[in-house]
């Protein structure tokens, strides 16, 4: 990974990055699925936000990936210096994209937040460095590994 300017270059590959969040739903999706079949759907629901949570934040932050990015040879990491985020700024970033998420289900408002959701992804499609507004915010960016 090179650096010019004091900047990351580099942006990830559109692709891997839409096949990576599939991935990543997927996962989540079938733990959920189990998880409520087994323990009912509040229960699910605490432990699937739990798992999301380290998978999508703490794991992130340590290792620059969730399972879809893994895969997919692609890695989360600082915008300026192309260091791992660490524990507290990939939890910020996960969280910022999961209260997008979960907000998009209240009734009536959940519109509002589904739109700046979906503004966040169009973001990434036509920004120079593929950085999503929550990117921006925390400072991160999606680069291959």
Same mark, same amino acid.
């Given at each position: 990974?090179?650096?010019?300017?004091?900047?990351?270059?580099?942006? =990830?590959?559109?692709?891997?990055?839409?096949?990576?969040? $599939? $991935?990543? #739903? !997927?996962?989540?999706?079938? *733990?959920?699925?189990?998880? %409520? #079949?087994? &323990?009912? @759907?509040?229960?699910? &629901?605490?432990?699937?936000?739990?798992?999301? /949570?380290?998978?999508?934040? @703490?794991?992130?932050?340590?290792?620059? %990936? %969730?399972?879809?990015?893994?895969?997919?040879? *692609?890695?989360?990491?600082?915008?300026? %210096?192309?260091?791992? /985020?660490?524990?507290?700024?990939?939890?910020?970033?996960?969280?910022? !994209? @999961?209260?997008?998420?979960? =907000?998009?289900? !209240?009734? +009536? *408002?959940? $519109?509002?937040?589904?739109?700046? #959701?979906? =503004?966040? !992804?169009? +973001? #990434?499609? $036509?920004?120079?460095?593929?950085?999503?507004?929550?990117?921006?915010?925390?400072?991160?960016?999606?680069?291959?590994?």
């Amino acid at each position: 990974m090179s650096e010019s300017m004091g900047e990351v270059d580099g942006k =990830a590959d559109l692709g891997k990055r839409i096949v990576a969040v $599939i $991935i990543d #739903a !997927i996962s989540v999706g079938l *733990l959920s699925m189990v998880l %409520t #079949a087994a &323990l009912g @759907w509040l229960l699910a &629901l605490a432990l699937s936000s739990a798992a999301a /949570l380290y998978l999508f934040g @703490w794991r992130m932050g340590e290792t620059g %990936t %969730t399972p879809g990015k893994q895969i997919m040879g *692609l890695k989360i990491v600082d915008a300026s %210096t192309g260091e791992l /985020l660490g524990n507290q700024r990939g939890l910020q970033r996960a969280g910022l !994209i @999961w209260v997008l998420g979960l =907000a998009g289900s !209240i009734p +009536v *408002l959940g $519109i509002l937040f589904s739109l700046v #959701a979906l =503004a966040d !992804i169009i +973001v #990434a499609l $036509i920004d120079d460095r593929g950085q999503r507004y929550t990117d921006k915010i925390v400072g991160s960016i999606v680069t291959a590994a």
